[in-house]
Nanobody
Framework: QVQLVESGGGLVQAGGSLRLSCAAS????????MAWYRQAPGKQRGLVAA???????NYSDSVKGRFTISRDNAKNMVYLQMNGLKPEDTAVYYC???????????????WGQGTQVTVSS
């Protein structure tokens, strides 16, 4: 079984910073793409940032220049450094990863349970 567990969410004032972490554990052979998504109340879940195993990144336009995604392949972890937070960044943030559980297996999509980020004005 594979688990993704997020941590680091919380309440912060506008302009502040938070760092989210996501740990992947279980029967993992390889992890390809890792990403952070978010979902605000009444809105669809959307991509915040993604990173390949080789370190290539992409960001949604709304967070470019403020958020930084990184990963530690040895620890099976992905991070999201969020600076200059705005009230509109308030959402549940989800970790997502494409994980292969055996050498001959396919990559499957896994999700964490989410962590709440609230930015007060």
């Amino acid at each position: 079984q594979v688990q993704l567990v997020e941590s680091g969410g919380g309440l912060v004032q506008a302009g502040g910073s938070l760092r989210l972490s996501c740990a992947a554990s279980g029967s993992i052979f390889s992890i390809n793409r890792m990403a952070w998504y978010r979902q605000a109340p009444g809105k669809q879940r959307g991509l915040v940032a993604a990173i390949t195993r080789g370190g290539s990144t992409n960001y949604s336009d709304s967070v470019k220049g403020r958020f930084t995604i990184s990963r530690d392949n040895a620890k099976n972890m992905v991070y999201l450094q969020m600076n200059g937070l705005k009230p509109e960044d308030t959402a549940v943030y989800y970790c997502n990863a494409d994980i292969q559980t055996s050498k001959a297996g396919y990559f499957y999509d896994y999700w964490g349970q989410g962590t709440q980020v609230t930015v007060s004005s």
